[in-house]
């Protein structure tokens, strides 16, 4: 298994679908000083491992490929975050009530036909499945099912509940399911709570000076 990182207990899971938590895999974007959570190769398939894109057996036969060609695998995790900061644009621009940069997009479609290039149909208990090809380019798994939960989510419905974290420091991604659309936070636990203190300090520092 994957020797786990500092990085790893920041993982979370808070945006609703499988790509934007894939985006929120860089933390505090607004900030001078943005956190990054995926140093390594190692950390990728520790994410994906939580991410429930890969099982036990797949993270131990990838992390074997990885330390056999660590060169592969570190360019494989620089492409992998630049198609992080790709679909946090797309995103982001779209949660925004913006229109996407075509430029982007067309970066997205070059990625999504590389991408589908890997995938197949695989028989299964009630008929057929999605699955992806095991070829050389393995190291390069833990992207595919991101690069379609992206695809998927540009063509649904759901694209419309599109958020941005409110907090002035977060910038994370997530869909807004609530009752009333109402959601604000990435999380009320952290972000909004934060939010919540500091207009309670605001507040009160202004009652104090009067």
């Given at each position: 298994m994957p020797e786990r990182s500092e990085s790893v207990n920041a993982f979370e899971f808070l945006g609703g679908q499988l790509c934007?938590?894939?985006?929120?895999?860089?933390?505090?974007?607004?900030?001078?000083?943005?956190?990054?959570?995926?140093?390594t190769y190692e950390d990728l398939l520790i994410w994906s491992q939580q991410a429930n894109i890969?099982?036990?057996?797949?993270?131990?036969?990838?992390?074997?490929?990885?330390?056999?060609?660590?060169?592969?695998?570190?360019?494989?995790?620089v492409s992998i975050k630049q198609v992080r900061e790709l679909l946090y644009r797309i995103f982001s621009t779209l949660a925004s009530g913006e229109t996407a940069q075509t430029?982007?997009?067309?970066?997205?479609?070059?990625?999504?036909?590389?991408?589908?290039?890997?995938?197949c149909l695989v028989s299964s208990e009630t008929g057929f499945?999605?699955?992806?090809?095991?070829?050389?380019?393995?190291?390069?798994?833990?992207l595919w099912p991101i690069v379609r939960s992206a695809a998927n989510l540009l063509t649904s419905p759901e694209?419309?509940?599109?958020?941005?974290?409110?907090?002035?420091d977060c910038g994370w991604l997530f869909l807004d399911t609530s009752k009333n659309h109402s959601r604000r936070w990435c999380d009320m636990k952290s972000c909004g709570n934060r939010a919540k203190a500091r207009r309670h300090y605001g507040r009160k520092k202004g009652a104090d000076g009067e």
């Open positions: 934007l938590d894939f985006a929120n895999t860089l933390s505090d974007r607004p900030t001078a000083a943005p956190v990054e959570l995926l140093h890969l099982n036990d057996g797949e993270t131990v036969r990838i992390q074997v490929l990885a330390e056999d060609q660590p060169a592969r695998a570190a360019n494989w995790l430029e982007d997009m067309h970066q997205f479609n070059q990625i999504l036909a590389q991408t589908m290039a890997h995938a499945t999605w699955d992806w090809t095991a070829d050389q380019d393995r190291l390069g798994y833990p694209l419309s509940k599109m958020r941005i974290c409110a907090s002035d």
